[in-house]
């Protein structure tokens, strides 16, 4: 069993990255909620679009993440590509939930309902169920080589079905209804965003590097185990 | 603007939520790996 | 070429055993045809509705019974004593995937040629010059429903709580399929239904060809033991 | 590191050659237990081994990793010159495994489940090949029984079944499991002839038994294993002189 370590110099570097990612969290809370004007269409309630859309970035980069290590994984079978994946859907769920939650809290007062079939809510919600089926996986399968190696395969299909879950859930809403209302494109909108899409970034990053190394602990955990 | 204060409350809750689990799964393999023995990681911990 | 051969051999062995033993078929038909009848006894006889809908009841239909089926595929394989009865031979390992991809394709393509009448009958479906088609688009979404469910079935095989877990894996990569199937169908014998069959189509072809590379390049990972 | 780990030297006496087969460290875990652990084996060209020890000693596991059914967790194998896993087709083709319980399809006849097996190694279904079938369910006494559903068969005609695939296939590594296990006495001496016609022909053969005496008789050299691990090793002259107690099968 290949000991997969953390080397020390990345431990000490973790607390930089964390107050790093607060202070430009809160940095872009604070200017989303009170710096930059609101919407002349939307009003106040575009304001959730500063962490709706950022959610749902980090939620596909999420999954992108599992995708690349998953191909790694079966390529070069290194243990450390398999847990990357495994921490990068799980923060991935908590980026998607907090999507679709954030989508619905946008859709209630913009069209009065809390669900609409918008496209890309839509497939946001499909690649939960993506998720939730690849972290099912990894809690049934009972030996660590085979729950790699089957999550890595469902973490490669998977990811292949978003583009078409995408186009065709946008197709079969086309029918039905006309997409869904443009965002403004103000300067201090984007300056806005991209701030919370940085911030949200960075968060992503720094959870991921803690629970990677929760996961290393607790695969030499499950390794001693065994050892018995 | 209810609703906005409810999705900005909502997502730094799910993050500290996130984050302070992670902490506790953290130390508790920590712990668990020294009471098995020297770990990776862990301090050098007296044999059992 | 040998691989072809030891695709007949799996496909040549489970129609066998089918055909003796008639597991799979029978609980597919008699799962598809109460779903039928619980759909018309549910919606009641608004025959305006009924032939709106019909598309989407029918796939629904094929959906579940083509899960039952789709579970069942390594079954044989089960009760010889597990995947190793076929990993005992030399050979290309993806022609256990195609012999088991084409005898899933037929077993659900024979269930759908009863199931698509009774339902034209139930659901006042005007099939007439539209049947080819119809046909064709049902043989588009089968066989993209085949590819996943044979390859998925593979992986759940040896996993706890695989009944939920087959379903589950599969439902994301359902949606194009049923959205695709359904929506063009409905295009083709639903006057009201707007939406181009062409576009529904190729986006049917492009999920089949695509999904058949992924999964047939990638099984020879579900049998590694 | 992954599982292509330095291969450690074997202790092994070996043949001329390349070996058979070498395993170095090699070991398999299944979840929360190790099945093999850490073992060292080599075996020369034609050589017969007696593997020999309680359940679950690891004969089975090392077996299957041998045949490139299972692929090992840890160590290195080599099988007839081929490096596992990535060799595994070459090594399939130039062995075979006899499973305890046979593999076969009890919803087909005797003779159908032998022309998938030929179909399954790639054979078109030609007379020829009708004739090979039944000359090797001849062997096993169960060419009357060819046309009758394996449902129907006793686990001692099953095992036949299983051998009579086996004759269906000149390999050069033989790996048997159990071979005498549910069969009667007439079944014993039919395995026991054919052991000596693979030996004739050259085969290296590796046959794992509880019934040590039985597989010990013409073994050349005889492996004993508990809970996944090699205890002892040895002619089986020295395991008959062995002192009382060592590596106790």
Redo the contacts between chains.
Sequence with gaps: ??????SPRL?GWHRILGLVALVT?VSG?VV??FLVPPDALQG??E??LY??VP?AWLAFLAFFVVFVMSVLY?I???PRWDMVAASSAE?GV?FT??TL??GS??G??TWGVWWTWDPRITTTA??L??Y??YL??RS???????RA??S???G???F??VP??Y???T??RS?HQPPSSPMSMAPAFVWTLMLNVLAFTL?YWY?LL??Y??A???R??ED????G | MSYVWAGYALTWIAMAWFVWRLERRARDAARRLQRTGPGVDAPAASPR | MEMWLRTWAILWKDILIEVRTKGTFNAMAFFAALILFIFSFAIGPDFELLRRIAAGLLWVGITFTGLLALARTYHSEELAGGLEALLLYPGEPRAIFLGKLIGNLMVLLVVEAILYPVAAVLFHMQLAGHVLPVAGIAVLGTFGFSVIGTFYSALTLHLRAREVMLPLLVLPLLVPVILGAVSATAALIDPSARGGVGGWVRLLIAFDVLYFVVCTWTFPVLLER | MGQLGEASVSTGSSGAGTPALRLGGAGKRFARNWGLRDVDLEVGPGELVALTGPNGAGKTTLLKIVSALHRATTGTVEVLGCRLPAEENLVRERSTLLPPHGYVYEQLTGLENLRFARLMAGVKPTSETREQIDRALDRVGLLAAADERVGGYSSGMRKRLAIARLLLRPVELVLMDEPYASLDVAGIELVDEIVGELRAGGSTILLASHRWERAIREADRLVVMERGRITWMGSPGEWAGRPAGAGGA
């Design positions: 069993m290949s000991e997969p370590s953390v431990r969290t809370s989303a909620l106040q309630v304001r959730l962490v709706h959610a079966l070069q079978r290194d923060i908590l939930a907090l939650a954030l809290l946008w209630k007062p499909i690649l169920v993506i939730v089926g099912a996986v049934f399968a009972e030996d660590p080589e085979r190696r089957w890595a395969v469902v490669i299909v998977g292949a079905d078409i879950v186009l065709s859930v197709w079969w029918l968060v959870l803690r629970r190394r929760v290393v602990a607790e030499e955990l001693r185990a065994a050892e």
